[in-house]
């Protein structure tokens, strides 16, 4: 078999592949014998058609198996002599087949680009300057204190921001009709926080026990629950409890219910730690953000469209998965939306990679066994399991090859912040 392979644009290979005509016409006589030993007709018992008449009869059928049969094992032994990883399915462009005549084929396929040198090294990079202060550790701390706060039902009293009020609803269209969605009984909404809508908020302020109110709200079309998209809904409520806040003591008491802390001050230290942390994870986003810009925008390439699409795929049926955990998101999911709200970041994602995988290769960056062994350690600890059981874990959910292309990334990165023209922001 006879291959030529023409570059189109960088990442597009027109394969031109020549069959001798010896093996179509041993693959013709093999597939007519086939025919022929099922072919019934009149006149003839199964098996007993001369072969002169199945050809006859059965010529289009023959034809079409014979060269599909060769199209595939033409197209394997192409990419196997050529050494092509394709990123697409074949596109097959001509087909040329006569029995006893070698069969010519043209396919074309999308190969991952071949990204001969990137400009890396020099990259301006401005680390960002975020410091974690005593206030944020106040603010954090407010936030961990308002997670335990109490609600305790109050009589005779109005309604007040940070009160919880307790409420029967019927919801109903323009027509009257009950919309089951937006009814319920006893249900809690907070006074004055920001999740609840005006029109609720507003008329829930000031209001005592068996008060009853009416809200009318105006759905736009886009509004992301079907039920009430566009519709002018009334919600009839009717209050069956308003609940004050108490907020526990910020004390050495509190702290010391909350886990292993001495005193208050133990707690506001763990705070600040884990603020500390988020605050180095959004620096190294940044600069990360940064590097990546950059190096796209110094090494423009082609990108392959079925690369870009097949990687939507994956999320659109991702989030399809995840929307049908929710009849409201799932009725309202629309695939189209979520491929072309991902695809510019799709392609980004896809450079980055190959610019990554160009790199690693010009500077021989690997990943090792004993690096990964240490990381899964790591990962075992962290979760107080043995190393071993970690492993098993890890490979049954398909995620240990992901813990080496973390390393590969994280050692990449790096060695790019190594290379780059660093400064600090001011």
Known sequence: MHVEVIQEPSWKRRMQIEVPADQVSREYDEVSRKFQRNATLPGFRKGKVPRSLVEKSFGDRIQEEVVKRLLEEAYRSALRETNLQPVSYPQIDKIDFKVGAPMAIEAVVEVKPEIEFVDYKGVAITRPKIEVTDEDVEKALDSVQDRYARYTAVEDREAQPTDLVVMDQVARDETGLRIPKGSGTGLSVPVGHEQTRPEFDEALRGVRVGDEREVVVEFPEDEGDPAFAGKRVTFSLKIKEVKVKEL???????????????????????????????????????????????????????????????????????????????????????????????????????????????????????????????????????????????????????????????????????????????????
């Open 248 to 426: 526990p003591n910020l004390d050495d008491e509190f702290a010391q219910q909350l886990g292993d802390f001495e005193n208050l001050d133990a707690l506001r230290d763990v705070i600040r730690a884990d603020l500390e942390r988020q605050a180095a994870q959004r620096i190294e986003q940044s600069m990360r953000a940064q590097l990546m810009r950059t190096l796209i925008e110094r090494n423009p390439f082609d990108l392959p469209q079925s690369m870009v699409e097949h990687y939507l795929d994956n999320i659109v049926e991702a989030a399809s998965v995840e929307a049908q955990k929710d009849p409201r998101r799932a009725a309202s999911f629309d695939p189209k939306a979520v491929r072309e709200q991902n695809r510019t970041a799709a392609e980004q994602l896809i450079r980055q990679h190959l610019l990554f995988e160009a790199i690693q290769k010009a500077e021989s960056i690997e990943v090792d066994d004993e690096e990964v062994d240490a990381r899964i350690a790591g990962v075992a600890e962290a979760n107080n399991l043995p190393a071993r059981k970690m492993r098993i874990s890890l490979e049954k959910e398909g995620k240990l090859s992901r813990i080496h292309d973390d390393l590969l990334e994280e050692k990449t990165f790096k060695m790019l912040f190594d290379l780059a023209e660093m400064t600090e922001e001011s």
